[in-house]
C-alpha cells in the first residue's frame, strides 16, 4: 500500500518504528526522535539511536517548525508526477536535523542557502500530511 | 607495508551504442582482459562484478562455466569495482584464490533503462522521507553539494565548467571516446547547456552510454612472467557514508578523505607523488569535492587549482585522461573504467593521450549519491 501525494509521487505506508511520526502529521504536528539515554536527535526514526546505540531509549518531541535551508535545488526536468521548477532542499531544523523537503515559493530561483524556513503542511489523501516550508517573513 | 598482488591483464568492452546484452558486453570484456594477461578462462578463480542480477557474480560464473573459490558481489554503486581490488588483494594474499577477474558490463543506452527518478526501493527511509519531495536521483543531491560549495566558497558555475571542458580535450585524444568526434566544449557550452537541477546542466552530467570493461590480478610474482608488464597494487582504502539525502552533515566533505587516507598510508606514498588521476567524474561536483577529499589541494581550492589547463592534457596534473565519464564513457557504473585507463596509462599504451612517465596512478570511485568512496593506487614495476 502507498498513498499517492497530489501533483506528486507516492509516500508509502509508515512501518512500526516510523508510525508515530506520521500519525503526528494527521495533528499537523512535525516530530523529531530524540534518546533520552544520551539527548541525541535524529531523522529519520530508527529502532535505535546512532550516537549511543540504545534501542530502549528513543522518544519524540516536537519540532518549533523554524529552520533554515542548508543546501537546494531547483529541479527543472519532469518527472512522472512533479510540476517543474521546484525546490528540493536540505533543511536544518531548529532542533539540530536535517529534513528534505520542498520550499514552496513564488520565485524557486530565488530561495538559497541561509534562507529562513517556517513549516507548512501539504495533505495527503489519507489524512497524513508531508511536512514542506515556506520562506519566513521577516 | 603495499601489496604483493598485480594486474596482469586490462580491456574495454564495445563501448556508446553497441546493441548488446550485458552479459554479452561483461563476457566480451573479460576474454578480452584475458588475452591481455595471456591467461585463460580455465586460470580464473576468483570473480568479482556487479550490477548484472540479484546474483551478479554468480550469474557471471555460470555465463563463463567457472566454479570460483572466491567472488564479491558488493554493490555500491561505481566505486564497486575499487573495492573489488581491495578485496581481490586480500583474498589473493591468504590464498583463497589465485586469478581475479573484475569486470561490469551494462547496455544501458541501447536498453534506455536510466530514469530520471532513480531507483528507490520502497521498504526503505528514503522511500517514505525523500522521495515524496521529488528530488532527481542521483542528480539533485550532487546539485545541493555543488550550490553549498559554491556558496561557501564563492566559486561560480563557469569555473566549475572547467572539468567538463577538460574531460572534452582528453577525449578528444581518446579514439575510444563516445564524445571524441564531436569537437570541443566551451565554458559557455556547458552553463548554456539545457539546466537539469540548479546549479548542474546536462554537460556537467555523465553521459549515458552502453560499454564495460574487465581487469585480471594476479599475485605479483606470477604476473612477471606473463605477457604484459605488471601494474602493482600499491594500496586501497574506501569509506562508506550514507544512503539518504541528509545524513551527511557537511556536502562539501566526502568519505574521500578517508578512502584517500588509508590508500596513501598502505602505499607509503603521498598526493604529490602521482602521476596520474583517474577520479570518479559523475558530475562535475565530484570531481572537485574528491580532488580536495583526496589532498591534492586545500578545502575550497579546487576550482583555482584546476583552472589554467592544470588538469588538461598537457598539463602538470592529468586528470581523468581518458575523457571520463563526461566525455568518454558512462555505462552506470563507470568505476572498472578507472582502472583500465590508470593500467594503460601505467603502461604507456596511451598514444595521443599518454602521460610520459607515469609511474604512479590512481583510481577513484564514488558511487551513489556520494555514497561510497574507494581509492586504489597504482604503480609500475620497478
Ligand atoms: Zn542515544
Known amino acids: 500500500m502507498s498513498t499517492e501525494v497530489p501533483g506528486g509521487g507516492q509516500v508509502p505506508d509508515p512501518d512500526e518504528v516510523t508510525a508515530p511520526w506520521w500519525d503526528a502529521t494527521r495533528r499537523r504536528v512535525l516530530l523529531v526522535q530524540r534518546c533520552a539515554a544520551c539527548g541525541h536527535a535524529q531523522h529519520p526514526p530508527r529502532a535505535l539511536c546512532t550516537a549511543c546505540g540504545s534501542p530502549r531509549d528513543l522518544g519524540w518531541s516536537e519540532a518549533t517548525g523554524d529552520g533554515v535551508v542548508d543546501a537546494c535545488t531547483v529541479v527543472e526536468r519532469a518527472m512522472p508526477g512533479f510540476r517543474p521548477p521546484y525546490v528540493v532542499a536540505r533543511v536544518r531544523l531548529a532542533e539540530g536535523v536535517l529534513l528534505l523537503s520542498n520550499v514552496v515559493a513564488e520565485r524557486p530561483h530565488d530561495v538559497g542557502v541561509g534562507d529562513t524556513l517556517r513549516l507548512d503542511w501539504r495533505p495527503l489523501p489519507d489524512g497524513r500530511a508531508l511536512p514542506v516550508f515556506v520562506l519566513s517573513q521577516r | 607495508m603495499t601489496t604483493s598482488v598485480a594486474i596482469a591483464g586490462a580491456a574495454e568492452s564495445d563501448l556508446g551504442v553497441t546493441g548488446k546484452s550485458v552479459l554479452g558486453l561483461q563476457a566480451q570484456a573479460i576474454g578480452r582482459a584475458l588475452e591481455d594477461a595471456g591467461l585463460t578462462l580455465a586460470d580464473v578463480d576468483g570473480l568479482a562484478t556487479t550490477g548484472v542480477s540479484r546474483f551478479s557474480a554468480t550469474q557471471v560464473a555460470d555465463y563463463l562455466g567457472l566454479r570460483p573459490a572466491w567472488t564479491d558481489s558488493t554493490f555500491a554503486g561505481g566505486s564497486a569495482f575499487e573495492m573489488y581490488v581491495a578485496r581481490a588483494v586480500q583474498a589473493i594474499e591468504a590464498g583463497q584464490c589465485s586469478t581475479v577477474v573484475i569486470s561490469y558490463g551494462s547496455n544501458q543506452r541501447s536498453a534506455r533503462s536510466r530514469s530520471l527518478a532513480g531507483v528507490v526501493e520502497s521498504h526503505t527511509p528514503e522511500a517514505q522521507f525523500e522521495t515524496p519531495y521529488g528530488p532527481l536521483y542521483p542528480i539533485s543531491y550532487y546539485a545541493m553539494a555543488a550550490q553549498r560549495y559554491l556558496h561557501r566558497y564563492g566559486g561560480t558555475r563557469e569555473q566549475l565548467a572547467e572539468v567538463a571542458v577538460a574531460a572534452r580535450e582528453w577525449a578528444l585524444l581518446n579514439p575510444a571516446a563516445f564524445r571524441h568526434g564531436t569537437g570541443p566544449l566551451s565554458v559557455a557550452d556547458v552553463v548554456g547547456a539545457p539546466m537539469v537541477s540548479t546549479p548542474l546542466t ?181
Open chain 2, 202 to 382: 546536462t554537460a556537467d552530467c555523465c553521459l549515458v552510454t552502453d560499454g564495460g570493461g574487465a581487469v585480471v590480478l594476479t599475485s605479483l610474482d606470477r604476473a612477471r612472467d606473463l605477457r604484459r608488464p605488471p601494474v602493482r597494487v600499491l594500496g586501497y582504502g574506501e569509506c562508506t557514508t550514507n544512503t539518504s539525502m541528509t545524513a551527511v552533515d557537511d556536502l562539501t566533505v566526502t568519505g574521500a578523505v578517508e578512502s584517500g587516507r588509508a590508500a596513501f598510508a598502505r602505499a607509503g606514498l603521498t598526493p604529490a607523488d602521482v602521476d596520474v588521476a583517474e577520479v570518479y567524474d559523475s558530475f562535475t561536483i565530484t570531481v572537485v569535492l574528491t580532488l580536495e577529499a583526496l589532498g591534492f589541494c586545500g578545502r575550497g581550492e579546487a576550482l583555482d587549482w584546476i583552472a589554467g589547463g592544470r588538469i588538461r592534457p598537457g598539463g602538470d596534473f592529468p586528470l581523468d585522461t581518458s575523457g571520463g565519464g563526461l566525455s568518454y564513457c558512462h555505462p552506470g557504473q563507470y568505476g572498472v573504467l578507472l582502472l583500465v585507463e590508470a593500467v594503460r596509462q601505467l603502461r604507456g599504451e596511451c598514444d595521443a593521450r599518454q602521460v610520459a612517465g607515469a609511474e604512479i596512478a590512481l583510481a577513484h570511485g564514488t558511487g551513489g549519491i556520494l555514497s561510497t568512496h574507494a581509492t586504489v593506487l597504482l604503480g609500475v614495476d620497478r
